[in-house]
C-alpha cells in the first residue's frame, strides 16, 4: 500500500564520500520534491521536478543533485557529505501542485 | 514573502483536554492552507487542507476554519488522546504563485494518560 517508499530508511557515510538516496511513487503524479528536515525544524525545499523539469531553490547548496530519470523514480545525489547534511531527508508527491503533498518515511542520514 | 508562524511548543497536555494550535500566515495572493503532522521517526502526513476564506477542514476530529480577516488558521480538537502526540505544522501554498508549500516551524504536543 505504500505510496512513496524512500529507501534507505537509515543511511550511515562518510564525510566526504558521495551518497545517493533514492525515492519511488505509485501514484504517478507528476511532481516531486525533496527536503530536509534537520531536528525540531520545519522541513526545508531542496528542490523540485516538475514532470521532467528541474527547478532548484536559490539557497540549495552545490553539493546537492538530483535526477528523475523517469515518472517512478527521483534521487538526491550529496556529492561530498559533510557533518552539515546530517538531516532527515523527505520525498515528497503531488498530483499539478495541490498542496496536498504524499510524502514518504523518511531516510535519516549520518555523517560519520 | 509568503510565510507561516506557528504556537511556539511545546504543548502538553492530558488526555481528554481541548487543543488549541495557533497559526497565522502571510502571502500576497489568496493561498491554500493546510495542516500536516509528524509522528515520530516519521514523514509528514497530510491532516487537513481549506482552500477558500471561511473554509473549515476537519479530519479525525481535528478542524481548523480558514479565516481570511485575521489570516489565521487554528488548529482545534475537543479532546485529545495519546495517540496525537506528534509535531503538527502548518503550511500554505499560494496559487499561482510559487505553487510550493511554505511551512511553519512546527509544535510538538505531548498528550499524557
Known amino acids: 500500500d505504500a505510496m512513496v517508499i524512500q529507501n534507505p530508511r537509515y543511511q550511515v557515510t562518510q564525510f566526504g564520500k558521495p551518497v545517493t538516496l533514492s525515492c519511488s511513487q505509485t501514484?504517478?503524479?507528476?511532481?516531486m520534491y525533496w527536503y530536509q528536515q534537520k531536528s525540531s525544524q520545519a522541513p526545508k525545499l531542496l528542490f523540485h521536478y516538475y514532470d521532467k523539469d528541474f527547478n532548484n531553490e536559490a539557497d540549495t547548496p552545490d553539493n546537492f543533485q538530483s535526477r528523475r530519470p523517469n515518472t517512478s523514480f527521483c534521487f538526491l545525489d550529496i556529492r561530498s557529505p559533510g557533518l552539515g547534511d546530517a538531516a532527515m531527508y523527505l520525498c515528497?508527491?503531488?498530483?499539478?501542485?495541490?498542496?496536498?503533498?504524499?510524502f514518504g518515511s523518511g531516510t535519516r542520514l549520518t555523517v560519520v | 514573502g509568503d510565510s507561516v508562524t506557528q504556537m511556539e511548543g511545546p504543548v502538553t497536555l492530558s488526555e481528554e483536554a481541548f487543543l488549541t494550535i495557533n497559526c497565522t500566515y502571510t502571502a500576497t495572493g489568496y493561498p491554500s492552507l493546510f495542516w500536516y503532522v509528524q509522528y515520530p521517526g516519521e514523514g509528514l502526513q497530510l491532516l487537513l487542507k481549506?482552500?477558500?476564506?471561511?473554509d473549515k477542514g476537519s479530519n479525525k476530529g481535528f478542524e481548523a476554519t480558514y479565516r481570511k480577516e485575521t489570516t489565521s488558521f487554528h488548529l482545534e480538537k475537543g479532546s485529545v488522546q495519546v495517540s496525537d502526540s506528534a509535531v503538527y505544522f502548518c503550511?500554505?501554498?499560494?496559487?499561482?504563485?510559487?505553487?510550493?508549500?511554505?511551512f511553519g516551524k512546527g509544535t510538538k504536543l505531548t498528550v499524557n494518560p
Open positions: 503550511a500554505l501554498m499560494e496559487t499561482g504563485g510559487s505553487e510550493k508549500l511554505v
Open positions: 501514484l504517478n503524479h507528476n511532481v
Open positions: 515528497a508527491t503531488d498530483e499539478g501542485r495541490s498542496g496536498g503533498y504524499t
Open positions: 481549506a482552500t477558500k476564506a471561511d
